[in-house]
């Protein structure tokens, strides 16, 4: 017995469609399980050195603070990069409600200069919104109220590009501008230790301004 030219082309054709169909029913599954991955995990935080972090918020801080063009007499205190928590993302976050992930940390520089009038603290604020403006920054929050006992001014500005911000109150109670730098949350190296972080500490230049 022997197979005529059809017969043999017609197998042919078949063990080409099956071939064909299990790569595609492959790449569906793979498909799926990727898709489900990203459901499941959500969308995957970027890198962070936190060296760098801290080195560009401690940049921005002597920006903001050059910025303030403060008269001498008006000292900025120290600060140090603190990290914050991050969470879960996707439907995972399902399950770990509260729960922070060791490896994905935000960070922040919290610094403050005391004993400033309303006046010299509005005109400061104005020149730091001004050059936050200029930068392309975007306005997320207009903090200014006042009440029959307070008055406080403030607002937030974030980076569109690389999602930092930089945030300005003062109040009349304290006479204190308070500033925080910030850094959205990135997956930071196995190794990183905060404890004892020599990149952590920052301290103000002096004004290159002075009013």
Not at 31 to 42: C, F, R, S
């Amino acid at each position: 017995m022997f197979q005529s030219p059809v017969r043999r082309v017609r197998t042919s054709e078949r063990s080409v469609l099956y071939a064909v169909t299990g790569l595609v029913m492959v790449a569906l599954l793979v498909g799926v399980v990727v898709a489900g991955n990203a459901v499941w995990n959500g969308a995957p935080y970027p890198s962070a050195d936190p060296d760098t972090v801290a080195q560009r918020l401690k940049s921005r801080s002597d920006e903001v603070y050059d910025d303030f063009a403060l008269p001498e007499n008006y000292a900025a205190d120290g600060g140090r990069v603190d990290t914050g928590a991050c969470y879960y993302r996707g439907l995972r976050g399902l399950a770990h409600i509260d729960d922070a992930r060791s490896d994905v940390r935000s960070f922040g520089l919290d610094w403050s200069v005391p004993g400033v009038p309303e006046p010299t603290a509005r005109d400061a604020q104005e020149r730091v919104r001004q050059r936050l403006v200029q930068k392309g920054w975007k306005l997320t929050h207009q903090g200014d109220r006042a009440g029959a006992t307070f008055r406080e001014l403030g607002f937030r500005f974030e980076d569109p590009v690389g999602g930092d911000m930089v945030d300005v109150q003062w109040n009349d109670l304290t006479t204190t501008l308070f500033i925080s730098v910030y850094a959205p949350c990135g997956q930071v190296p196995a190794e990183f230790v905060e404890y004892d972080w020599s990149e952590a500490d920052w301290h103000p230049k002096k004004p290159s301004a002075g009013l």
